[in-house]
C-alpha cells in the first residue's frame, strides 16, 4: 500500500496524531490481555504438546514480546521526530528500526509455525545476541568479558544438542548458529512484511549516502540556485514514513495477539480506527486480507 503524492501538511498531522493514538490503544489492549496465553490459543496447545521445558517456548514468546516493545517505541518516536521542530533525517533511521523490530517478532511469533520450530528460531537469536556480545568484548579487549560471552555460547549449543537440534557450520568447520540460521533483517523484512524496497530506501538514508539525503531529506528553496540546500521532509514523505511505522507496528501486534489468543475483533476495531483516521480509505488493511 503506497499513498498519494498529493498528500498535504494537515495529511501529515493527521496521520501522525492516528499513529500516536494507535501506539496508546495497543498498549492498554495488551495490557488488558496480559502476558500469558490465553486457554485453548495456539500458544497455550504448543506449551502443552512441547516436551521439553516450558521455559524454552516461554523464551521465544519472551524475545517476540521485547521486538514488539521495539517496534512500538521506535513507532511512537518517530510521531516524536515529526512534531515541530520536525527533523528530516532521523524519522527513516527511526521507521527501519520499527521495520526490523516489527519483522524479527513476526518472525518468532507467527503462528504458521510449530513448537519445534519456534524454540529452533529462538535458539537461533540468542545465538546471534551473543555472538553481536563477543564482537563487542573483543573490540573492548576485554578478556573476562570475552572468555564469559564464550562460556554462554558453548551452553547455548549444549541446550540446542539436548534439545534435538543441530550445530551449524559454515563451510570450513566454523560454528555460526545453532538449530537454525536467522535470516538477515532484509530478507526478514522481505518475507514477514513485503518490505524489502521500504526498509532499502531507509537504509540508504541510515548509511547517510549523499544522493538519498539530498533526496530525501534536503531541498533548494530556489530552483534556479539548485545547489543552495535546505534540510526539508516533505508532506508525502512524512506521510510514507508513518503508514510504514503503523503498518509494521500493526502486523507485529496482530502476530502476537494471533499466537496468544487475544480478542482479534477488539484489535480490528483498534487498527481500523488508525486506518480510518488517517484517511487510507478502503486500501488494503493486512489484517482482512
Known amino acids: 500500500m503506497d499513498l498519494d503524492v498529493s498528500m498535504s501538511v494537515t495529511d501529515a498531522h493527521r496521520m501522525r496524531e492516528a499513529l500516536a493514538a494507535l501506539h496508546d490503544r495497543v498498549a492498554d489492549y495488551l495490557n488488558d490481555c496480559g502476558m500469558y496465553p490465553a486457554k485453548g490459543s495456539i500458544a497455550r496447545s504448543e506449551q502443552e504438546a512441547w516436551r521439553g521445558d516450558s521455559d524454552d517456548l516461554f523464551t521465544a514468546y519472551s524475545q517476540g514480546h521485547l521486538l514488539l516493545e521495539s ?158 540546500l535546505s534540510k526539508n521532509l516533505s508532506p508525502h514523505a512524512a506521510c510514507w514514513l508513518l503508514l510504514r511505522a503503523t503498518d509494521a507496528f500493526s502486523h507485529a501486534v496482530w502476530a502476537r495477539a494471533t499466537l496468544f489468543g487475544h480478542d482479534l475483533h477488539e484489535l480490528t476495531i483498534i487498527l481500523d480506527g488508525a486506518y480510518d483516521s488517517m484517511n487510507l480509505g478502503e486500501a488494503p488493511r493486512f489484517w482482512k486480507v
Open 71 to 228: 517496534a512500538s517505541d521506535h513507532a511512537y518516536g518517530l510521531t516524536r521526530l515529526l512534531t515541530e521542530p520536525i527533523q528530516t533525517i532521523a524519522p527513516w533511521t527511526c521507521v527501519r528500526a520499527t521495520l526490523e523490530a516489527a519483522a524479527y517478532a513476526c518472525w518468532l511469533l507467527t503462528k504458521e509455525i510449530n513448537a519445534t520450530e519456534r524454540v529452533a528460531r529462538s535458539l537461533a537469536f540468542r545465538y546471534m545476541g551473543l555472538e553481536q556480545q563477543l564482537k563487542t568484548a573483543r573490540c573492548m579487549s576485554d578478556h573476562e568479558f570475552s572468555a564469559d560471552t564464550l562460556k554462554r555460547l558453548d551452553e547455548l549449543q549444549a541446550e540446542a544438542i539436548s534439545l534435538g537440534y543441530k550445530v551449524i557450520l559454515d563451510k570450513v568447520g566454523k560454528r555460526i548458529s545453532v538449530a537454525r540460521l536467522v535470516p538477515s533483517a532484509t530478507e526478514c523484512i522481505r518475507s514477514q512484511l513485503d518490505g524489502e524496497v521500504y526498509y532499502r530506501i531507509c537504509s540508504s538514508m541510515v548509511h547517510s549516502h549523499v544522493s538519498a539525503l539530498i533526496g530525501l531529506a534536503f531541498s533548494a528553496p530556489d530552483s534556479s540556485l539548485p545547489n543552495e
